[in-house]
């Protein structure tokens, strides 16, 4: 049973019970992120992520850690474009301790400023450490080129020029203004009683206020065609290849998952078969999704010989054009359907996978999205549908091309970019 409560200052609770499951998970979100960033702090929301759990007045960052796992629990918080999540998991019999945890972390953290200049050189270290992971690497710049000159181009992490020059006051003035109540959802899954859970937060967030008044978002658009080649000493050449794709909210999202999946959301996919199976150019190819509030991308990538990038690049916008020229069979839908739904049903066995649907609903839904309700979205959606959002999204007018790699002399341009 789903409940949901809104507090007085506008902090919405949000809980599904399940009787039969032994764990309960909690995350406290923040619908605020990187795109909410200006160019000079870029990276501090991902900055304060770290610094919750680094003390409070009641608790030093070693006790928050031995705390947590004194419980055989987990807790941890992550970091994207529109959001930041604090998250714990434990047996349900440790709800009142993990949530006194959690809030005394998101509430109550002090900002240590010898941890701070540990933490500083920690996401630093991740900096360095995502560049040096070209699997990594080459997605944050394809995004940073396909949204160039939005926030949504941002890096979560930042540079190492602005998180360097992030003071502790930046800092905590930030986390004061921008963790405002109407932002704020706590979301918990598990063997959980609602009213309890009501209870303990409303105790622990009554005192929160925020004076800071968001911008509205400017309609994004993504850059037109566009081909970017980065130079690097590897053994593959990489490729990234993406076009627009839809918002969380659009009326398409179920035929635009069922289209990725079937161009390259498994190992039956045509891009797998096509460009592994049948021609062994690859050991990873897939393709997938990102959606935000307002705009969204399709992104395919792959891992090939510099000898092979041309020939990839042609099967993947040979893939694409098939899927606006050609109605998909019948057989080949309802198994990427079926996917999709037992990937779904499979999630609910998780307290984990339903607090984070929980939140994401309230986020850009404002309603809670029932399980029947998606299942029933994919069954709706027909070969039609997906050669239509095809025949929309495979214009060839937002076609943008990631390759890193030995570059050098592979004459790459615009023009390859043919659908």
């Keep these: 049973m789903i409940k949901s409560t809104i507090l007085t200052n506008g902090v919405r609770v949000i809980t599904h019970r399940v009787e039969h499951m032994h764990t309960v998970s909690i995350g406290i979100w923040v619908a605020n992120g990187t795109r909410h960033e200006s160019l000079e702090h870029n990276g501090i929301a991902h900055f304060i992520e770290h610094l919750l759990f680094k003390g409070t007045a009641r608790r030093t960052a070693r006790q928050i850690s031995l705390e947590i796992d004194s419980m055989g629990g987990i807790l941890n918080a992550f970091t994207g474009h529109e959001y930041v999540c604090y998250y714990a998991k434990v047996l349900a019999k440790f709800l009142p301790r993990v949530t006194d945890l959690l809030t005394d972390i998101f509430l109550a953290s002090t900002f240590p400023a010898e941890e701070l200049e540990r933490e500083r050189k920690v996401i630093l270290q991740e ?237 850009y839904l404002k309603r809670h999205q029932s399980v029947e309700e998606i299942l029933a979205g994919f069954d709706k959606v027909t070969s039609e549908d997906i050669q239509r959002l095809g025949s929309e999204l495979f214009d060839g007018e937002c076609l943008n091309l990631e390759v890193m790699g030995k570059t050098d002399e592979m004459g790459l341009t615009v023009d390859i970019l043919q659908l």
């Design 127 to 363: 900096i360095k450490m995502r560049d040096d992971l070209p699997d990594e690497y080459i997605h944050d710049r394809f995004h940073q080129s396909f949204w160039n000159g939005h926030p949504l181009g941002l890096s979560i992490l930042g540079s190492e020029e602005t998180v360097g020059g992030m003071s502790r006051q930046d800092i905590m003035d930030y986390k004061e203004s921008r963790y405002r109540p109407e932002d704020i959802i706590i979301s918990a899954a598990g063997n959980i009683g609602h009213e309890e859970l009501v209870g303990l937060m409303e105790r622990a967030f009554s005192t929160v206020t925020s004076n800071w008044s968001p911008q509205e978002h400017d309609f994004v658009q993504p850059c037109g065609r566009q081909v970017n080649l980065c130079q690097r000493d590897l053994e593959q050449t990489l490729i990234c290849l993406g076009t627009r794709g839809l918002s969380q909210d659009h009326p398409d999202r179920f035929a635009l998952f069922l289209l990725n999946t079937i161009l390259g959301g498994g190992m039956s996919s045509r891009l797998f078969q096509e460009v592994r199976e049948k021609k062994g150019l690859a050991y990873s190819v897939y393709s997938y999704v990102i959606s935000h509030a307002d705009t969204g991308s399709l992104v395919v990538h792959a891992g090939t010989e510099k000898e092979h990038c041309r020939e990839t690049i042609a099967i993947a916008l040979e893939e694409m054009g098939r899927l606006k020229r050609e109605p998909v069979p019948h057989d080949e839908l309802d198994s990427a359907r079926e996917q999709l739904k037992g990937k779904l049903l499979m999630s609910l066995e998780s307290s984990d996978s339903l607090m984070t649907r929980l939140a994401k609903n309230e986020i």
